[in-house]
Structures are given as C-alpha cells and as structure tokens.
C-alpha cells in the first residue's frame, strides 16, 4: 500500500470516529479527548501496534471517550475476528463501572444499540469483534486471555508493574495488539510513568505521537465549569499539594521524599504573636480554641528508656479564625498556633489535670485527642469533664496516612500558621520545625493512595545529637480533624466542665 493511500485511509479514519460521537450518540469530543480517540484508533485499524499512553485530570471525560472508542473499534471491527481486552486494577468497582459506561454508549448509538450483545457476563460483542472486560487486582487469576487488536489498561498507575509484566502483556505479545494505558499521574515508580516513558522514546524514532497529557488547564479552557471547580480545588489544598499536582495536573511526584521541604515549611509563617491566655474579642471577632493532643508514655512503660528516647505528650493550642469560611474558593477556617505545652514521662492521671485546666482556661471549642492506645483512658475522662468537644482519633495505617493528607492541604492553602518567633516558645516552636524537617514520606502502590509518614526511627536531632520524635508533627497534624467542626463567628458557649471523675475514684488510671 503506497503512503499516500495510507494516508487518505487516515484521514478517513480520523474523521470517522468524530462522525460516529457526533451524529449516532449526540456527543462532540473535546479536542484533547478526539486526539487521543483517533490515535488510538488509527493504530488499531492500520495494524501499527503502539503502546499509547493517555493521562488526563480527574473528572475531565476519560472514562467518557473510553466507552466511545470501544463502541467504534466493536462496530468498525465487527467482520474480523477481533479481540479485545480491557484491564481494570478492580473487579468491583472499576470494571462493573467500566461494563456500565460501555453498556449506556452501545444502547444511545443508533448505529450499535440493535447490534451488541453481552457473553458470561463480562464480554460485548458486535459481529466476530468481541471486548473482554478483566480485573488487574493482584489475585485475579487472567491468565490465558488473549488480545489481537486491542489491550487497554485503566488506571494504570494502580496496576501493578509486576502484574502487568507476567500476566497482561503477553496477552498481546504475539499480536501486534495496540496498547494503550490510560491513567492519572501518580508517583515515578508506576506503571503508568515507566510506559510514559517508553512511548516518548518511540515518539523520537518515528515521529508519531504516542503520549497525551492533558492537564487541568488545558480541560478548563473549553469547560468554563471545570476551570472553576478546579480553582476552588486549588484555594482549598494549595497548588502544590501532591494530589492537586497529579491528579489535576498531570504532574508526576517522587515515591519517597522529604514531606516538609523549606518551601513548605515557609507557608507556615503567620503574622500573629504567641500568647500565654485567650486574647479578648473584639466587636464581633471572638476568639475560638482548640486543643491539639499527641499522647506520650508514662514514665513505668519508659523506665527502660532515656529521657530523649521517650515520646512526649505534645499540646498545641490554635486560635480558631473561621473568617476563610466566607471566601467563595477556601470556604474553610484559619487555624493559628498560639500556644504550646509539653510533657516527658507524666503519670496520666496528672496530666489529666492539667490539660484538664488548660481546656478550661482557653475555653477550648474543641479538643482532638490520639486516642490510640494509652492514649484512650486520657480521652475518656476529658469527654466527661468536656461533653461533645472531645475528638477521639485513633491512629492506624489509614487514618494516618488520610491526616497526612489533609494537613498537606491545610499547610498548602496557608490555613495553618504559625506564630512570629518569641522568646517564651522559641525552643519547642523550633524542635517543631527540625521535626518537619526531619518528616518523610513514601507513597505506596495501590488504588489506596496510601502514604506513610513520620519522622524515621533513629534519626537524630542535627541541633543535640538525641533522638528526634515527631511528636509536636502529629499534634500539629491533628488540626486537620478540626475541619469536621462547624465554626461560626458569633460568642461560643463558655466552658464549664462537668465533676472531676477523677475525684470519684481511689486512684488515676
């Protein structure tokens, strides 16, 4: 065939499946989204066998264009023996999503709503053209399925590269199948960003575009609504938080990296000073604190251990300013540090006491308390002294990974401030600081979008040679909890604490 017929042939083709949206299903694609269809689908009907690479923002129409391009390739393919396969990091629920959204796009065409059929529950057909839809979850037992003109994988960032490579990619090994992996932007360690990589080199060799990013910028420019819903995104989690840079910006992070680098830790920096009580109000600005609680040992579960060795139990006092509530991108408090108060080695039921005391002289509006462990008998008795202003939160893999997140975004969208420098609280507020400097992380594989972090083991404070906790880290993330309160700007009731149960009882816990 001579390359101008290839060509014509192409042409024809590029058009066709912009025609097949428009006229048969009453949906005209967006420029981005009919770039990659027709890249896609002239690599599959001219037998060229590319791997392609698709990322696109989150809720930018992938998904959409999928289902369009499947419905076109069963129809146009529909007299050959074609077989394709779909490949999702979940059976349930991103497969049955997947079947779902094909199924609405055959039954709206009007050229394929008579024509398709459905097989064992999993299969469409057309013809002798047939699309297989298969789970990439690491127990999924696919092995033996076969794919001579198409292999898509969805969300590929969250399949596994070692899933991919002993299952998956021999389906197409001896085909000359197109592949195609669509996908958000995550970490450079998935196999989204490693096939990224490989379709850019073969972009260089024959000058056919085989990688289609697209950010939220460029999506915004033809969706005025997304542009705005992205911006409100941005107000509220700060541009460079990591889920904003990936999944609206196609950015790709580090797997594992410092969590505070000095830029962030710079967003910190408030203009307020430190204070030792409530400060009075002020025409209708009165003032609303909470109490941030990470709890430490008692001295008989660290006898074993150095002073610099056992954690302590950090509290950090903020002064609630709920005015951000009314702006129409953050639509969420301020929170200012302006107190802090430690304890090394305390029994618990003095402790009690005095953050006890410390409630009631801030007229605490809130108090999140880590209730993990030892740390729940001290909750316990702060929620009958303070009746539904106590925050229980329990720490495990999911719920500090999900804080982790969240003050991210606090620090990100400048809602979490520090105080200026000061004498009286120079030495924790700057331990705290050499703690954020010392804090890592490391995303994990996995539609989870789990990350760990936390100061190290072992890694030793640069200023004294000790060990170096995250202690006062974790108080200060424990702010992010407070975005489940309802904040107003209107006089908060005075805190009376209920009886001392600690007086009922012989001795502390």
Same mark, same amino acid.
């Given at each position: 065939m001579?390359?101008?017929?290839?060509?014509? %042939?192409?042409?024809?083709?590029l058009?066709?499946?912009?025609?097949?949206?428009?006229?048969?299903?009453?949906?005209?694609?967006?420029?981005?989204?009919?770039?990659?269809?027709?890249?896609?689908?002239?690599?599959?009907?001219?037998?060229?066998?590319?791997? !392609?690479?698709? $990322?696109?923002? &989150?809720?930018?129409?992938?998904?959409?264009?999928?289902?369009?391009?499947?419905?076109?390739?069963?129809?146009?393919?529909?007299?050959?023996?074609?077989? $394709?396969?779909? !490949?999702?990091?979940?059976?349930?629920?991103?497969?049955?999503?997947? $079947?779902?959204?094909?199924?609405?796009?055959?039954?709206k065409?009007?050229?394929?709503?008579?024509?398709?059929?459905?097989?064992?529950?999993?299969?469409?057909?057309?013809?002798?053209?047939?699309?297989?839809f298969?789970?990439?979850?690491?127990?999924?037992?696919?092995?033996?399925?076969?794919?001579?003109?198409l292999l898509?994988?969805?969300e590929?960032?969250?399949?596994?590269?070692?899933k +991919?490579?002993?299952?998956?990619?021999?389906?197409?090994?001896?085909?000359n199948?197109?592949?195609v992996?669509?996908?958000?932007?995550?970490?450079?360690?998935?196999?989204?960003a490693?096939?990224?990589?490989?379709?850019?080199?073969?972009?260089?060799?024959?000058?056919?575009?085989?990688?289609? !990013?697209?950010?939220?910028?460029e999506?915004?420019?033809?969706?005025?609504?997304y542009?705005?819903?992205?911006?409100?995104q941005?107000?509220?989690?700060?541009?460079?938080h990591? $889920?904003?840079?990936?999944?609206?910006?196609?950015?790709?992070?580090?797997?594992?990296?410092?969590?505070?680098?000095?830029?962030?830790?710079? &967003?910190?920096?408030?203009?307020?000073?430190?204070?030792? @009580?409530?400060?009075?109000?002020?025409?209708?600005?009165?003032? @609303?604190?909470?109490l941030?609680?990470?709890?430490?040992?008692?001295p008989?579960?660290?006898?074993?251990?150095?002073?610099?060795?056992?954690?302590?139990?950090?509290?950090?006092?903020?002064?609630?300013?709920?005015?951000?509530?009314?702006?129409?991108?953050l639509?969420?408090?301020?929170y200012?540090?302006?107190?802090?108060?430690?304890?090394?080695?305390?029994?618990?039921?003095?402790? +009690?006491?005095?953050?006890?005391?410390?409630?009631?002289h801030?007229?605490a509006?809130? !108090?999140?308390?880590?209730?993990?462990?030892?740390?729940?008998?001290l909750?316990?008795f702060l929620?009958?002294?303070?009746?539904?202003?106590?925050?229980? +939160?329990?720490?495990?893999?999911?719920?500090?990974? @999900?804080?982790?997140?969240?003050?991210?975004?606090?620090?990100?969208?400048?809602?979490?401030?520090e105080?200026?420098?000061?004498?009286?609280?120079?030495?924790?507020?700057?331990?705290? +600081?050499?703690?954020?400097?010392?804090?890592?992380m490391?995303?994990?594989?996995?539609?989870?979008q789990?990350?760990q972090?936390?100061?190290?083991?072992?890694?030793r404070?640069?200023l004294?040679?000790?060990?170096?906790? %995250?202690?006062w880290?974790?108080?200060?993330?424990?702010?992010?909890?407070?975005?489940?309160?309802?904040?107003?700007?209107?006089?908060?009731?005075?805190?009376?604490?209920a009886?001392?149960?600690?007086?009922?009882?012989?001795?502390?816990?």
């Amino acid at each position: 065939m001579s390359q101008r017929k290839i060509q014509q %042939d192409l042409t024809l083709l590029l058009q066709d499946i912009a025609v097949f949206c428009e006229r048969a299903s009453g949906l005209s694609l967006r420029s981005y989204q009919l770039a990659a269809a027709q890249a896609v689908i002239a690599s599959v009907l001219l037998h060229r066998g590319h791997s !392609i690479v698709v $990322m696109f923002p &989150r809720q930018s129409g992938k998904n959409e264009v999928q289902a369009h391009i499947e419905a076109y390739l069963l129809s146009v393919l529909s007299t050959q023996s074609a077989e $394709m396969v779909k !490949i999702s990091p979940t059976w349930k629920p991103q497969s049955l999503n997947a $079947m779902h959204r094909l199924e609405r796009v055959l039954k709206k065409n009007l050229i394929t709503r008579r024509l398709w059929s459905k097989e064992n529950g999993y299969c469409y057909r057309i013809g002798q053209a047939r699309l297989a839809f298969l789970s990439g979850s690491p127990e999924a037992n696919i092995v033996g399925a076969t794919a001579n003109a198409l292999l898509e994988v969805d969300e590929a960032q969250d399949v596994s590269i070692e899933k +991919y490579d002993r299952e998956i990619a021999p389906m197409a090994a001896s085909t000359n199948a197109t592949r195609v992996f669509w996908g958000t932007a995550w970490t450079s360690q998935t196999l989204l960003a490693r096939e990224l990589e490989a379709s850019r080199e073969a972009e260089q060799q024959d000058g056919l575009r085989r990688a289609f !990013i697209c950010t939220a910028d460029e999506v915004g420019a033809e969706v005025a609504d997304y542009k705005r819903f992205v911006a409100g995104q941005v107000a509220r989690f700060g541009r460079n938080h990591p $889920m904003i840079r990936t999944q609206y910006f196609s950015e790709t992070i580090d797997e594992e990296s410092g969590m505070f680098p000095a830029q962030r830790i710079a &967003r910190m920096a408030g203009l307020h000073e430190w204070q030792d @009580q409530p400060r009075p109000g002020l025409g209708g600005d009165v003032p @609303q604190y909470a109490l941030l609680i990470d709890v430490g040992g008692e001295p008989l579960s660290t006898a074993s251990l150095s002073e610099d060795q056992r954690d302590a139990t950090a509290l950090t006092v903020v002064d609630v300013d709920p005015s951000g509530l009314a702006d129409e991108g953050l639509q969420a408090a301020i929170y200012r540090v302006v107190h802090r108060r430690v304890w090394v080695g305390t029994a618990h039921n003095q402790l +009690y006491g005095e953050i006890r005391a410390m409630a009631q002289h801030w007229q605490a509006q809130a !108090i999140v308390v880590d209730a993990t462990g030892i740390g729940a008998g001290l909750a316990s008795f702060l929620e009958k002294s303070f009746p539904d202003r106590v925050v229980r +939160y329990g720490f495990n893999r999911a719920t500090k990974s @999900q804080l982790g997140w969240q003050f991210l975004a606090l620090v990100e969208s400048g809602r979490f401030l520090e105080h200026q420098p000061c004498e009286q609280e120079n030495s924790l507020q700057e331990l705290f +600081y050499r703690q954020l400097a010392g804090c890592e992380m490391k995303i994990l594989p996995g539609p989870e979008q789990r990350m760990q972090w936390g100061v190290p083991a072992q890694v030793r404070d640069p200023l004294n040679g000790k060990f170096l906790h %995250d202690d006062w880290v974790l108080s200060a993330a424990l702010c992010a909890v407070l975005d489940s309160f309802t904040w107003q700007r209107s006089q908060p009731t005075v805190i009376v604490p209920a009886a001392d149960p600690l007086l009922e009882l012989d001795k502390g816990f």
